[in-house]
């Protein structure tokens, strides 16, 4: 078996964060061929299903970086690589002394999502708290309700790229922890971080996918930093145009862009399809 791994934002979605109709056809031709194909996405389980819903991902999902694996075939998930109750207090402490409001990303043990957070500091924050309210998988609560045993798998937030960078150089000190940034959708001069711990990757939510189901080569899609420890273990590994450039350099080939169907465009010539 040949296993396909995508990455989402950046590489399979476009730029209004969709699939396009060209890459669903190709979606649906990899289906059609029984080639085997799912997703690594730094996104949470809540906030990407409602993307790839009706695309037939049926094999399990990996999210959050690794620390989640979905399996929509039977509706069960695994936590691997949770942040322990100090870290998760370090991070919320340097992000509250920034100005910047951290939103706390839980699972309980029947599986409920949940996202708490303190008082929202400006506009953008307020939209972003208004989309999580909106999602009715998981529920939103003030972070004094966040219970001292809590399951937490990251913590995102998002600011002016001076406070987040400021945030992320504090954080780096922490060898237990990673972050991931860039810019925000939000606004002009708006970054998004999302932190996990250091143990969290895709490279090896893969290779436990790839052992698991047995697969022979992995073929893997992505343009972002949290993507570069499955190119390591890829036999293929592909980069859209606007991938960051120590991804591009990582990769078997360089494909076009992520908005111009770059990855459907790949798989259409590499698979015959």
């Known amino acids: 078996m040949e296993l396909i791994v995508f990455d989402l934002d950046g590489t399979l979605l476009n730029n209004a ?13 990899l289906t059609e061929k029984n080639i085997a194909y799912t997703i690594a996405t730094g996104r949470t389980l809540h906030s990407a299903q409602d993307i ?3 695309y037939e991902f049926h094999l399990p999902h990996i999210y959050s970086n690794g620390v989640i694996t979905w399996d929509p075939k039977t509706n069960t998930l695994s936590l691997d690589n949770l942040l322990t109750v100090a870290e998760a ?6 992000t509250l002394a920034q100005g910047v409001t951290p939103f706390v990303t839980s699972i309980d043990k029947n599986n409920n999502h949940f996202i708490y957070h303190p008082e929202v500091a400006h506009e953008a924050e307020r939209r972003l708290l208004n ?3 909106i999602r009715p998988s998981a529920k939103v609560l003030p972070i004094e309700d966040m219970p001292s045993d809590a399951q937490i798998t990251n913590i995102s937030m998002l600011g002016t790229a001076s406070d987040i960078d400021a945030i992320e150089r ?3 000190r922490k060898p237990s922890l ?31 996918l790839k052992q698991q ?8 899609f992505g343009d972002n930093d949290n993507d570069l420890s499955m190119f390591e273990l890829a036999d ?6 606007n991938a960051n450039d120590n991804v591009k350099a990582a990769a078997t080939k360089v494909i076009g862009h992520h908005h111009a169907d770059g990855v459907a465009i790949q798989l259409r010539e590499r698979f015959n399809l």
């Open 236 to 241: 293929e590994c592909y980069a859209p145009e």
């Open 17 to 29: 964060s969709q699939i396009s109709p060209f890459t669903k056809e190709t979606l649906s031709l």
């Open 89 to 94: 207090t370090h991070i919320i402490d340097t």
């Open 213 to 220: 189901l047995g697969a022979s080569k992995i073929i893997c």
């Open 178 to 208: 990673i972050s991931y940034s860039g810019p925000a959708l939000e606004g002009d001069g708006l970054k998004w971080m999302d932190i996990h711990h250091s143990d969290a990757n895709k490279g090896g939510a893969v290779s436990s």
């Open 131 to 133: 989309l999580f309210h």
């Open 52 to 54: 790839i819903e009706g």
């Open 170 to 172: 504090r954080l780096s």
